[in-house]
């Protein structure tokens, strides 16, 4: 798009399209920075990538995680001690499906 200018009903169009409501009075300041972001669009359209492997970082990744080493579980009164509400050894919480009536039913 650089031999196209951009105008305000494009900015319009593209503010719907993302549907955000832009104020009137902020369309020009919009459309200088949405023609800017275009133009560097171009700019790097024009890089030869020829070659050049597609990737999805830029830089290698490692695995950060911890090893999986298994150790002795919390003791039950301290799983439950922040619960609001425990009915030992579960946490109580209030019913969720078929409200006041049995779901069975």
Request: proline share 10%; net charge negative.
């Amino acid at each position: 798009m650089p031999d196209q200018k951009l105008t305000l009903d494009d900015v319009k169009h593209v503010a719907k399209l993302a549907r955000l409501a832009l104020p009137d009075e902020k369309l020009a300041q919009f459309s200088g920075q949405l023609a800017g972001i275009l133009g560097y669009i171009d700019e790097m359209a024009q890089v030869d990538t020829a070659g050049v492997e597609p990737m999805a970082q830029p830089l290698p990744t490692h695995n950060v995680l911890r090893d999986d080493v298994p150790s002795d579980p919390l003791p039950l009164d301290k799983v439950l001690q922040n619960a609001p509400d425990a009915e030992s050894p579960f946490f109580k919480v209030p019913k969720v499906i078929g409200g006041d009536e049995d779901s069975a039913g």
